[in-house]
């Protein structure tokens, strides 16, 4: 079984943004034709942005899949009891042509309280 779990890559989901540029293109090789790409999400289980295999045995398939099957041979024993299949990151590159404003995320209890 540990045979399907060789160094996974994925297809980027790239995001159109207003203060998007084009460095993520230019730098990093990723495919778009936008003049504002603003992000390039390389690892994610975001519902409607879940990341798919680009290659090898297990390409075709959603991280959330291989989450489901490989469970803790995949996440570790410690991070698989903390967040079962539930990927605790998002990744990825973002590229602004100009400063953005300062941002706060609220923690989950506090979105939860103003949504």
Do not use: C
């Not at 790239?14 to 293109?25: A, N, P, S, V």
């Not at 798919?52 to 291989?66: D, N």
């Amino acid at each position: 079984m540990r045979a399907h779990l060789y160094p996974l890559k994925f297809q980027p989901i790239l995001k159109d943004k207003i203060w998007g540029g084009e460095k993520l293109k230019e730098e990093f090789n990723k495919k778009s034709n936008s003049k504002e790409l603003g992000e390039s999400w390389e690892i994610s289980t975001v519902p409607g942005d879940i990341s798919i295999v680009s290659r090898g045995e297990l390409k075709g398939q959603s991280l959330q899949e291989i989450l489901e099957t490989y469970k803790e041979e995949l996440l570790g024993h410690q991070n698989f009891k903390r967040f079962g299949t539930s990927f605790p990151l998002l990744i990825k590159f973002i590229d602004a042509k100009e400063d953005l404003s300062i941002q706060l995320h609220p923690n989950d209890n506090l979105a939860k309280k103003t949504s």
